[in-house]
């Protein structure tokens, strides 16, 4: 399994942008790159995926390096909301055979007002 | 409340004794998965089914641990003979094949506490 790298913890101030990498350096052609991130006490939620191209949701936005062994996610304005456990993970083609989610460590982002 | 749901929040039991938990999916979602999360680490795959099929299982889940999805609906992970090496948060997740993306959704999770 493509195996992540991220920052174990990261700070912010509140409104300010933060931007998380993760280092993906084993990834393949078909690997897809998704972003979730827990709340505390929560279970995981889903934030943005991507391929190649970057990309924008309501939630964040997903900048992938043009070899792609690297991706940025950016918090626009980080809110005390955002204050959790992020985690950077790489997933294949979904098939019948896995569809797995692999989680590392993730990075733990603390917001300060 | 529309999304995934688990039972019981919390199970606090003896180490040898069994124990069950029950995950609601999202109603339309064919997919259902169980992780597990010890303290300071994330969540750890053990296996997932496709309707009542079950498609794949991790080689962390040892003979104790059987899960099932007996309509394609609901699920039942149990563990028999618990040990304190099992206290850990159990996550139950979602999806549907062939929505683009194909996001998992979680629920809340059961905290296990072996004593």
């Known amino acids: 399994d493509a195996k992540t790298t991220q920052p174990n913890s990261m700070e912010s101030n509140e409104e300010e942008p933060v931007h998380l990498p993760c280092n993906h350096s084993t990834i393949s052609g078909t690997d897809y790159i998704h972003w979730y991130r827990q709340l505390p006490s929560q279970g995981p939620e889903y934030v943005i995926h991507?391929?190649?191209s970057n990309v924008n949701n309501r939630m964040a936005s997903l900048a992938i390096a043009e070899d792609r062994k690297s991706s940025t996610l950016i918090l626009h304005r980080a809110t005390l909301r955002d204050a959790a456990v992020y985690y950077c993970i790489l997933r294949g083609s979904v098939s019948y055979n896995t569809d797995k989610l692999i989680f590392g460590t993730g990075t733990r982002l603390q917001v300060f007002p | 409340d529309t999304g995934v749901s688990q039972n019981p929040r919390h199970k606090i039991t003896k180490r040898g004794q069994n124990v069950t938990f029950r995950c609601d999916p999202i109603s339309e979602h064919n997919r259902l998965y169980w992780y597990r999360q010890t303290l300071g680490q994330g969540p750890e795959f053990l296996t997932y089914?496709?309707?009542?099929?079950?498609?794949?299982k991790s080689r962390l889940l040892s003979d104790r641990f059987s899960a099932e999805r007996p309509k394609g609906s609901f699920s039942t992970l149990e563990i028999q003979r618990t040990e304190q090496g099992d206290s850990a948060m159990y996550l139950c997740a979602s999806s549907l094949v062939g929505v683009q993306g194909y996001e998992q959704f979680f629920g809340p999770g059961t905290r296990l506490t072996v004593l």
């Open positions: 089914f496709q309707n009542e099929a079950q498609l794949e």
């Open positions: 991507g391929l190649t």
